[in-house]
Structure formats: structure tokens, C-alpha cells
């Protein structure tokens, strides 16, 4: 159980154009969902928090404009990446949380966004 | 803000070795989890512990948490190829609707 996927699982695009990102809890229902971004050999960075039909939490220094978040479902939350530069290029993780009290979050295998 | 800091950031070890992994943090932890990532992949959780002193054992993994609550240990036994990959301590807070803060990772290398 506890299954989040993601797709794409990779996507290039040309600089200036939109990206959206989606991410799935397959098997419950995620009250909560989270989108962290990864650069190569780093650890996660948390960008935004989103709950289910209310708007997203963004992390200081996360331009809420350029990050489009959506939660419209309890299963389902997207990421579009919007007017991207390839200093956007990077790895995108999603995860879920289902029960609000629970301290766990489980994690999509995340989407490599290469802008070029 | 809260910190928490790993050490070492790098380890490569021959198959069949011990090691260790540290977290400590700034603050007291909300709720400690430990994760391996592999690459192109998302975290995988290992463990979640709350209570301080606590010490939990996956197969070859032992975690431990400090008494105050600010620090913590992985250990691996006898460690294997497949035990390569980026670890993470992560704090959950739960106050702040259960994000989670990373540590900077430690990059595991074992070599068969």
C-alpha cells in the first residue's frame, strides 16, 4: 500500500514553454501533498505545501507564479512549471500524506524536467 | 530555522564493512525518519522514531535516537552493494501540517 506515482517520469522542453507535472497517491487518500525539488548529488528542498482544495503553501524564496500548484483531488495534485529556463532544469519529487495526525509521507519516484 | 547536519556527506566502504551515520539537529526533533534514496529515484522511508532513546533495528540497520532528542545514528552491518545510496535524516513537523526538513545527505558507495 501507500503508492504515489508521478508522470512524466522525465520531460525535456524548450526554454519559455510549460511544464505540468502530476502527482498520484494510487491507493489512499492524501489529505496533504508536498513537492520538493532535487538537484544532482543535494539533498530534497521542500517547495510548496498543498492540501486538498485550499491553495498552496509556498516556501520563502519559491515564486508561487512560476510554480503553479493545484490539489484538486485527494488524489491527485500537479505541478506546472511555467515559462521555464533551464536553470529550472531539475528533479521534481512529489509526496503524499494520508492521515492527518500520521507522521509519515510517501514519496513519487520523481520527474527529471531538462529545459533546454 | 532548524539545521540538521550529516556526517560524513561521503562514504565509500568494501563490501562486508561497518559504518556509521550521523544526524544532529539545531532543535529538538518533532519526529525523526530516515530515508535511502537511490538515483532517478524518490526517498524510500527506513524508519520513524519519536521517543527519545529509542533504538530500532531493520535487518542490518540500527537506528538510535539520543536521549534529547536532537541527535541520531545509523549503523550498518556487514554492508552490501545494495546498501549504495543517499541517506537522509528528515525531521517531520508536525506543527507545520507534517513537512519535512532534510539534512544534506550522506552518499554511501559500497563496493563489492
Known amino acids: 500500500g501507500a503508492v504515489v506515482s508521478q508522470h512524466p517520469s522525465w520531460v525535456i522542453c524548450k526554454s519559455g514553454t510549460s511544464v505540468k507535472i502530476e502527482c498520484r497517491s494510487l491507493d489512499f487518500q492524501a489529505t496533504t501533498m508536498f513537492w520538493y525539488r532535487q538537484f544532482p548529488k543535494q539533498s530534497l528542498m521542500l517547495m510548496a505545501t498543498?492540501?486538498?482544495?485550499?491553495?498552496?503553501?509556498?516556501e520563502q524564496g519559491v515564486e508561487k507564479d512560476k510554480f503553479l500548484i493545484n490539489h484538486a483531488s485527494l488524489t491527485l495534485s500537479t505541478l506546472t512549471v511555467t515559462s521555464a529556463h533551464p536553470e529550472d532544469s531539475s528533479f521534481y519529487i512529489c509526496?503524499?500524506?494520508?492521515?492527518?495526525?500520521?507522521?509519515?509521507?510517501?514519496f513519487g519516484p520523481g520527474t527529471r524536467l531538462t529545459v533546454t | 530555522t532548524q539545521l540538521l547536519e550529516q556526517s560524513p556527506q561521503f562514504l565509500s566502504i568494501q563490501e562486508g564493512e561497518n559504518l556509521t551515520v550521523y544526524c544532529n539537529s539545531s532543535s529538538v526533533f518533532s519526529s525523526l525518519q530516515w530515508y535511502r534514496q537511490e538515483p532517478g529515484e524518490g526517498p524510500v522511508l527506513l524508519v520513524t522514531v519519536v521517543t527519545g532513546g529509542e533504538v530500532k533495528k531493520l535487518k542490518r540497520l540500527t537506528f538510535q535516537f539520543g536521549d534529547a532528542r536532537k541527535d541520531s545514528s545509523l549503523h550498518i552491518t556487514a554492508a552490501q552493494p545494495g546498501d549504495t545510496g543517499l541517506y537522509l535524516c528528515a525531521d517531520s513537523l508536525y506543527n507545520q501540517g507534517g513537512k519535512l526538513i532534510f539534512g544534506q545527505g550522506t552518499e554511501l558507495s559500497v563496493k563489492p
Open positions: 509526496s503524499a500524506r494520508g492521515q492527518a495526525g500520521s507522521y509519515e509521507q510517501y
Open positions: 498543498s492540501n486538498e482544495g485550499s491553495k498552496a503553501t509556498y
